[in-house]
């Protein structure tokens, strides 16, 4: 809410730089490897929306080396198995979003976006109040998924 109320603005720091500095819970990083991190996304569509980031600074895939590009993939094939067994989605989003044009929120640090989906998560509150309902607090979707990272890892 403090954001929502323009009290909280994002840091002038790019957010995928100085989150690995931070402890993993107060972070929400449920999973760090040698090249790239899993994290809660702190504006989520959806319970369980993760983001999978390199600890380079690039700004677009192409931009990656090879072992970290497919360290990426390998931590988003990890995080859909994660997110299986904590929720059972019917589906996913994943991807990433390339330039302010594309959607992207943090241009300059590239990505991945792994958003669980169920028939009928979008009502009536996104189309006409413009607003997310989301019914697990993030500190409770950390707690859920957390242990199965590490479970799998």
């Given amino acids: 809410m403090p954001y929502l109320q323009g009290d909280d603005p994002l840091p002038d720091d790019c957010l995928f730089c100085i989150k690995p500095e931070e402890p993993d819970s107060e972070a929400h990083i449920l999973c760090r490897d040698e090249l790239c991190y899993v994290m809660l996304n702190r504006f989520p569509y959806n319970n369980g929306h993760l983001m999978i980031a390199p600890y380079a600074h690039v700004a677009s895939l192409e931009d990656l080396d090879a072992d970290t ?85």
Avoid: C
């Fill in 69 to 153: 590009a497919l360290e990426l993939m390998a931590l988003t094939q990890l995080s859909l198995e994660v997110l299986r067994k904590a929720y059972d989605p019917e589906g996913f989003n994943v991807g990433a979003n390339i330039g302010a044009a594309a959607g992207a929120g943090v241009e300059d640090h590239v990505h991945m976006h792994v958003v669980p989906r169920w028939t009928g998560d979008t009502n009536y509150m996104t189309s006409l109040g413009k607003t997310r309902v989301i019914p697990e607090w993030m500190h409770e979707v950390y707690e859920r998924l957390r242990p199965i990272f590490d479970q799998l890892r």
